[in-house]
């Protein structure tokens, strides 16, 4: 996802393919530790919002993997929302396209129930 966002926005930088990784290892991880507790703690916020709310809790995690990681920058707050803009294309693309990455939780007791 971050090989996207970086090949498409000018503003995002990447000092080499080794601090693309660890951003995509730092963002990976906030995405699986921290975010769920930051929506849950954002809820109530959310439902006032419409879930706009949780739009930025996916933009704070680019924001931490920035800080994380030293040879990883986004440029600008417009950049910052283009960036969550394209993570979350590039997550429906991967959602809608059939591969091994499907067959965990929710898809595989969907993909055992219709082959039953």
Known sequence: MLL???ALLG???VANPGDLLLAAAV????NTLLK?????????????????AWFFVSLLMLVL???????????GFWTYVGATLLVWAVNVALD????PWQLTG??????RASTS
Not at 36 to 52: D, H, K, N, Q, S
Not at 67 to 72: C, E, K, N, Q, T
Not at 96 to 99: A, D, I, Q, S, W
Not at 106 to 111: D, V
Request: glycine letters at 10%.
């Open 4 to 6: 996207v966002v970086a």
């Open 11 to 13: 503003r995002v930088h």
């Open 27 to 30: 963002f990976g991880v906030l």
């Open 36 to 52: 769920p507790l930051l929506r849950l703690v954002t809820l109530p916020l959310a439902i006032l919002t419409f879930g706009i």
């Open 65 to 75: 993997t920035h800080a994380i990681v030293g040879g990883f920058s986004i440029d």
């Open 96 to 99: 809608l396209t059939p591969g």
């Open 106 to 111: 929710r898809r595989r007791r969907l993909r």
